[in-house]
């Protein structure tokens, strides 16, 4: 007896389809990922943005990497993104902190941007100005 497909079958999706699209328009112009690495670089616009709006960006960028392949860090902790971003370590933690409420989650391995909050980060970044 063949089976059939259920309908709700058009909801699933592959992990790493969710917003490629929106992911790499929303962190264009704003960071590069180093192939070899995994690395992220700061671009001259990224520097222009709200320290918000450079936190997401830069666990978004770890999250691309890790779609991507080249990295499986998709955590950091508050001491790196305080590096990468331009804060103390304790301003860091405070910003952390008001959006862990919206966008991330705090893992054992440190800061994070579920996968299902991906889209949500991408919106918010372009309106602010990001992906240019």
Do not use: H
Not at 41 to 59: C, G, H, M, Q, R
Not at 103 to 130: D, I, M, N
């Amino acid at each position: 007896m063949p089976s059939e497909k259920s309908p709700l079958e058009i909801l699933l999706v592959s992990q790493d389809a969710i917003a490629t699209d929106a992911v790499a328009k929303a962190l264009r112009g704003l960071v590069m990922i180093v192939k070899e690495t995994g690395e992220i670089v700061a671009s001259p616009t990224f520097e222009k943005l709200d320290y918000n709006s450079k936190i997401l960006a830069f666990l978004l960028a770890r999250r691309a990497a890790a779609l991507l392949g080249i990295s499986d860090k998709v955590a950091a902790e508050a001491d790196v993104i305080a590096t990468f971003v331009g804060l103390e370590p304790q301003r860091a933690r405070e910003n952390l902190s008001r959006l862990k409420r919206k966008f991330l989650t705090k893992t054992s391995e440190g800061w994070a941007l579920p996968l299902p909050r991906v889209p949500a980060v991408c919106e918010e970044l372009a309106s602010k100005g990001g992906g240019r």
